[in-house]
T-cell receptor, first 115, second 116 residues
C-alpha cells in the first residue's frame, strides 16, 4: 500500500489568485494522478503525472490553468491558477501501485473554496 | 456512452440490513478490472474490493462482496449487516487492460445513508 499526504487540507482563496497543492507519497511511484471532485459529483481526472515526462492533461484541462510538477518519484504539485468560484472543489492526488489488486491509493484531498 | 453506470443516486437502508449497490459497465476490452471505493463525508477515498474480468469467483472482503455477472456486465456491491459507519458515497470504477496509463473510469456514485 501507499500512504499519501496532501497540503493544504483545505483553503479559502480569493478569485484571481493561485494555490499550489502538494502531494507526498511514502514510496516511489511512477504514476500519479490528479483529480477534481466538484460538490456532489464524481471524480474527474485532471492529468496524469509521470516522473521524467510532461504531465498528460485530460480534455477540458490545460497546463496554463493547472500546471503540474513532478520533480521526483515521491512528490508532485498541482497549481490552480487564476481561480474562480467554479474551481471550488476537492482536489485529490492518487498513485497507481502494482500489487494484488493494482488499485489506486488516494490522498486525503484538498478542499478548496474560492470566493 | 457511459462506461460505468450507477443508477441509484441515493439509498436509505435500515441498520443491520444488507445493501446492494448497483453498477453496470460497458467495455469491449476482454481484460478489465472493477473497483469499488467508499468516500465518507471526510473526503478520503477508501478502496473496498476488486474484481478482475477473468476471476472465476466473486470477490469478497469481510462484509463486502461483489456480485459479478459478466454476461450482464454488472458488478454490484453487497454490504452485509450494514452499520452506521457505512454511510458514505460509494463509487464503482473500471480499468481497461488496454489502457497503459492505468486510468480509472468512474461512475457517478451512490450516496448511502444507514438509518438507526
Amino acid at each position: 500500500s501507499a500512504v499519501i499526504s496532501q497540503k493544504p487540507s483545505r483553503d479559502i482563496c480569493q478569485r484571481g489568485t493561485s494555490l499550489t497543492i502538494q502531494c507526498q507519497v511514502d514510496s516511489q511511484v511512477t504514476m500519479m494522478f490528479w483529480y477534481r471532485q466538484q460538490p456532489g459529483q464524481s471524480l474527474t481526472l485532471i492529468a496524469t503525472a509521470n516522473q521524467g515526462s510532461e504531465a498528460t492533461y485530460e480534455s477540458g484541462f490545460v497546463i496554463d490553468k493547472f500546471p503540474i510538477s513532478r520533480p521526483n518519484l515521491t512528490f508532485s504539485t498541482l497549481t490552480v491558477s487564476n481561480m474562480s468560484p467554479e474551481d471550488s472543489s476537492i482536489y485529490l492526488c492518487s498513485v497507481y501501485l502494482a500489487g494484488n489488486y493494482n488499485e489506486q491509493f488516494f490522498g486525503p484531498g484538498t478542499r478548496l473554496t474560492v470566493l | 456512452a457511459q462506461k460505468i453506470t450507477q443508477t441509484q443516486p441515493g439509498m436509505f437502508v435500515q441498520e443491520k440490513e444488507a445493501v446492494t449497490l448497483d453498477c453496470t459497465y460497458d467495455t469491449s476490452d476482454p481484460s478489465y478490472g472493477l473497483f469499488w471505493y467508499k468516500q465518507p463525508s471526510s473526503g478520503e477515498m477508501i478502496f473496498l474490493i476488486y474484481q478482475g474480468s477473468y476471476d472465476q469467483q466473486n470477490a469478497t472482503e469481510g462484509r463486502y462482496s461483489l456480485n459479478f455477472q459478466k454476461a450482464r456486465k454488472s458488478a454490484n456491491l453487497v454490504i452485509s449487516a450494514s452499520q452506521l459507519g457505512d454511510s458514505a458515497m460509494y463509487f464503482c470504477a473500471m480499468r481497461e487492460g488496454r489502457d497503459s496509463n492505468y486510468q480509472l473510469i468512474w461512475g457517478a456514485g451512490t450516496k448511502l445513508i444507514i438509518k438507526p
